[in-house]
């Protein structure tokens, strides 16, 4: 293939449909590169509570800067380094640790500055910022940082690397369709991801308000009419048993789904020729592994040997939501430090307060609902995240 069908993209705008082929520029001839010299002795009592904002890449979500987040630091600060002073239309991307994360100046509309872990790129006219922008969330520059990543312990950008960035680019009006196009659903995709988080930080109140505290014997927030008390037990009193899962390696076939971390973490379904040994209600937990602790509930299966299945008594929709309002209870103060294990005495010590079964049953199915909305917001996040990245393989060459 020649070089000239390489630099045609697979999907173009129609206006732009037979239009010139894509030019493969270097960085440094259209674009100021800076980054802050060191910190010249900043120190960290000298941080303000007003000020010009200082970014650094802890600041930066998806594009998106949190300037309720942001340092600030004094004018004379500010002032002593005039050549990374922000501006609309520059972008700025982490150069240290965490490589890339970029971020889009627009609508600045006080002093701002990035600190010594930060870059800036400012473009010449003939390159529009919202097309770069995208070019960095591209293959183009995961590349680069690929590279660089896997050729260093301490990952670093330099200047040098910037300025010899190679990407291939389209004439100013073609850039800005582009950009503007991916903008839109780049905003679609904070959209969304607003209403996933929004999901969450409600299903946390609710943990929060519909189940006692170490301190109390009833929660803060009750359906009506119920007034029972919740009574304390261990968990080995509200389960009917428990088993350990077997090694995949023995069973082969394809009779049922094998439950392993890796599927119930969302990965790949295998099947074994084995019985189903789990079903719905049961609850599990990882026992085994960097995530010992992690509990799921909701699958049916054979169980895979680095987990260990309760079957409740009565409600395993409510057995596992406490369990997942716990679960950092669980990882500090059931698990071995160095090599991560379930203790063996989990079942024995863990304190479990319960309340009437009707009461179990209300919570449990009215958290599968927040857990199904929430499921529904990460799937047309997922999908529209889908969506961005088979556009940018194809609108980019």
């Not at 260990?308 to 395993?316: D, F, I, L, N, V």
């Amino acid at each position: 293939m020649s070089e000239s069908k390489k630099l045609i993209p697979k999907r173009r705008f129609k206006e732009f449909e037979g239009a010139q082929m894509w030019e493969k520029l270097r960085l440094g001839d259209h674009a100021i590169i800076k980054g802050r010299l060191g910190w010249k002795s900043l120190k960290q009592e000298e941080y303000v509570d007003q000020g010009p904002s200082m970014i650094a890449g802890k600041h930066i979500t998806e594009g998106i800067i949190n300037w309720n987040k942001v340092d600030h630091i004094p004018q004379w600060r500010y002032d002593e380094s005039p050549e990374i002073m922000l501006k609309n239309g520059d972008i700025i991307f982490s150069k240290d640790g965490s490589l890339g994360n970029p971020a889009l100046i627009t609508n600045l509309n006080s002093l701002a500055t990035i600190n010594s872990t930060m870059m800036l790129v400012r473009l010449k006219k003939n390159i529009s910022s919202i097309f770069f922008y995208q070019i960095m969330l591209s293959s183009q520059f995961k590349n680069l940082i690929r590279l660089k990543v896997s050729g260093s312990s301490i990952p670093h950008l330099f200047q040098a690397d910037m300025t010899e960035f190679k990407f291939n680019t389209p004439e100013v009006n073609e850039q800005i369709q582009i950009g503007e196009f991916l903008k839109k659903l780049d905003n679609l995709i904070n959209t969304q991801q607003k209403k996933l988080e929004k999901a969450k930080t409600l299903k946390s109140a609710y943990l929060t308000e519909m189940f006692p505290d170490d301190n109390e014997s009833n929660p803060k927030r009750r359906f009506k009419g119920i007034k029972e008390d919740w009574v304390p037990y261990k968990l080995k009193d509200v389960i009917e048993s428990e088993f350990k899962g077997k090694t995949k390696a023995i069973m082969l076939g394809n009779k049922s789904i094998y439950l392993d971390a890796n599927y119930l973490n969302g990965g790949e379904i295998s099947y074994v020729n084995a019985s189903k040994d789990v079903n719905f209600n049961d609850v599990l937990i990882l026992w085994d592994g960097s995530l010992a602790g992690t509990v799921y509930h909701g699958f049916e299966g054979s169980l895979g040997s680095t987990l260990k299945a309760y079957r409740p008594k009565e409600s395993g929709q409510f057995l596992y939501q406490y369990l997942k309002k716990n679960q950092q209870k669980i990882f500090d103060n059931y698990r071995t430090p160095n090599i991560p294990h379930v203790v063996k005495t989990f079942t024995e010590e863990f304190l479990v307060v319960n309340p009437h079964i009707k009461e179990q049953t209300k919570i449990g199915n009215f958290f599968k609902l927040l857990d199904n909305k929430i499921a529904l917001e990460q799937k047309k996040l997922d999908k529209l995240k889908h969506i961005k990245q088979a556009y940018l393989n194809e609108m980019f060459v």
